[in-house]
């Protein structure tokens, strides 16, 4: 059974900057497709990123403008998404979701099979 488990949600201020990680367990996540998603209050869920992990290619919704970048532990398991220049708007409960042998559109999150609980930023003026 395969769970994921977001960490890395805080409070912090405009212009800062955190670190999410998301870590599976259950099952490796080569050949998977990460996604990043955020829903903040009142509003529909979002597409941030994603990462291919095998190829190792990202991708990045134009509105976020190169603040947010993927790394990755391979012997962790774990996907990290820097955020940078923070702003209030940003604050959300953001999610990682994945998904195994997966070619298409990396955007849409109907497509990902696996979800994880949320971790909540908020970022303050």
């Known amino acids: 059974q395969v769970q994921l488990i977001e960490s890395g949600g805080q409070l912090a201020q405009a212009g800062g900057s955190l670190r999410l990680s998301c870590v599976a367990s259950g099952r490796t996540f080569d050949r998977a497709v990460i996604g990043w998603f955020r829903q903040a209050p009142g509003k529909e869920r979002e597409f941030v990123g994603a990462?291919?992990?095998?190829?190792?290619?990202?991708y990045y919704p134009d509105f976020l403008k190169g603040r947010f970048t993927f790394s990755r532990d391979n012997d962790a398991n774990t996907v990290y998404l820097e955020m940078n220049n923070l702003q209030p708007e940003d604050t959300a409960v953001y999610y990682c979701a994945a998904v195994w042998n997966y070619y298409s559109d990396v955007g849409d999150a109907t497509k990902y099979n696996y979800w994880g609980q949320g971790t909540q930023v908020t970022i303050s003026s």
């Open positions: 990462l291919r992990w095998t190829t190792r290619q990202t």
